[in-house]
């Protein structure tokens, strides 16, 4: 029999199969190992510049970031769309400020206050790790609320705003994503500057 066949032999089998294991851990033992940290994407910042939004009709102003797109909220309660409701789109993040407005009268100011309480806690209590409010006030004379949520809730800013007499406006970003504290945060930091921009420039109208 010649050498070739009897070194493949069914006795010589085992050894062969030994040796090419032990080749192949020697191998696997020498490569480097790289740990990979849980990461995102890379998000690019737009430059911060602001434009105004003075519409004619409308009961308010401010300054919104040039980013940003407004429309008119055509959502339906009670039959009608608010009559100054409207949305400010950032479509870089897929992000959407609700701005929704409604007078104030001596019958609904402590209930519009109470809703602006409600609107944060009571959705959001059960999600949230946290909620910080602080009060706000402008250089331009506008009081109100400002409500911090953290964990992952799916609005981590909230405000209303009011002058106590007559005007009365409420704000809240919203992403169209799961909600994620973690893959969210410098937006979500990054868009918080933008709503407090608006909030120091709101004026009444």
């Known amino acids: 029999m010649p050498l070739t066949n009897r070194l493949l032999t069914s006795s010589t089998w085992p050894a062969l199969f030994v040796c090419l294991l032990v080749s192949l851990l020697a191998v696997a033992c020498n490569s480097p190992y790289t740990f990979k940290k849980k990461g995102y994407f890379k998000i690019t910042l737009p430059e911060k510049n602001y434009r105004v939004f003075d519409q004619p009709g409308y009961p308010y102003t401010f300054e919104y970031p040039t980013y940003a797109t407004v429309v008119k909220d055509t959502t339906f309660f009670d039959t009608k ?9 950032v479509p870089q993040f897929n992000g ?3 701005v929704s407005y409604k007078p104030v009268n001596t019958k609904n100011f402590d209930s519009l206050i109470q809703d ?3 609107m ?3 959705k959001h209590t059960e999600i949230s790790s946290g909620i ?3 009060l706000i006030s402008t250089p331009n004379g506008v009081e109100g609320m400002y409500f911090s949520l953290s964990g992952n809730t ?10 106590s007499a007559k005007h009365f406006l409420r704000g809240a970003l919203y992403f169209d994503a799961t909600p994620n504290e973690d893959s969210l945060g410098i937006v979500n930091n990054f868009l918080k500057q933008d709503l407090k921009h608006l909030i120091n420039t709101l004026k009444w109208r």
């Open 81 to 89: 769309a608010g009559d100054w409701w409207i949305n400010i789109d």
């Open 96 to 98: 959407r400020i609700y």
């Open 116 to 118: 602006g309480f409600k």
């Open 120 to 122: 944060a806690y009571r």
């Open 132 to 134: 910080v409010d602080s």
């Open 154 to 163: 799916a609005t981590a800013n909230q405000f209303f705003l009011t002058d």
